[in-house]
């Protein structure tokens, strides 16, 4: 199974969603467009939504890890939003669930960030 990237912007807010596995054969695309999104866009915050993410492995962990470095660099937050079971389970193990913040919902996920804003 490969791997689908949706972005789409709302006002400061850009959400990312992904599809399929996000493992070290599909890391790379995932890093490239969302930095591209996060430096050419007018986005400050960041919603991950993983609702439709059905496998994920460290190279994706590295991947989530970096961009959130960029974009709470630059002022910015990320958060979480739709985690399947596993996928949870991975960000647990990791300690990334002590960084990010995790929302059931993409609707709430992007609430709770246009308060910060």
Known sequence: ???QV???QHRNVLIVRLRGEL???TADIVRFKME???LRGRCD???LSLKDLVFMDSSGLGVILGRYK???SRGGKMVV???QSSVKRLFELSGLFKILSF???ERSAVASLEVVS
């Open 1 to 3: 199974m490969s791997l």
């Open 6 to 8: 949706e972005l789409e």
């Open 70 to 72: 960029l974009v709470k």
């Open 103 to 105: 929302y059931d919902t």
């Open 45 to 47: 915050h960041v919603v």
């Open 36 to 38: 591209d999104a996060i």
């Open 81 to 83: 939003c739709d985690t």
């Open 23 to 25: 493992d070290h054969h």
